[in-house]
């Protein structure tokens, strides 16, 4: 299994971005897919993330402001980052829970990061 992220990039303040993250391999089922953000000297924290059933999370300090969305054909999580902030800049990881042919488990697999930085 991979997770292949892409869209970040280098905007100013106010602008827009908007992530995808694409899992491929033998999966069978993907139960949670989320992102993820880390800047420097920072720990890890969670963006927003969706559920199979379309139960949505959000940290505080992107409510109103990102979309978390997934296409369950196509095994991809987007995230639509609008009025983005110089604190936003970070590396975005995305993640899912996936569980594979002929396993009665799931794992947790992580994208490689993509960097998104807002000038201001």
């Known amino acids: 299994v991979q997770l292949q992220a892409s869209g970040g990039g280098l905007v100013e303040a106010g602008e827009s971005l908007r992530l995808s993250c694409a899992a491929s391999g033998r999966i069978a089922n993907i139960n949670v897919m989320g992102w993820y953000r880390q800047a420097p000297g920072k720990q890890r924290e969670l963006v927003a993330d969706?559920?199979?059933?379309?139960?949505?999370n959000y940290a505080d300090s992107v409510k109103g402001r990102f979309t978390i969305s997934r296409d369950n054909a196509k095994n991809t999580v987007y995230l639509q980052m609008n009025s983005l902030k110089p604190e936003d800049t970070a590396v975005y990881y995305c993640n899912a829970d996936i569980r594979v042919y002929f396993s009665a488990n799931s794992k947790t697999y992580w994208g490689q990061g993509t960097q998104v930085t807002v000038s201001s």
């Open positions: 969706i559920y199979s059933g379309g139960s949505v």
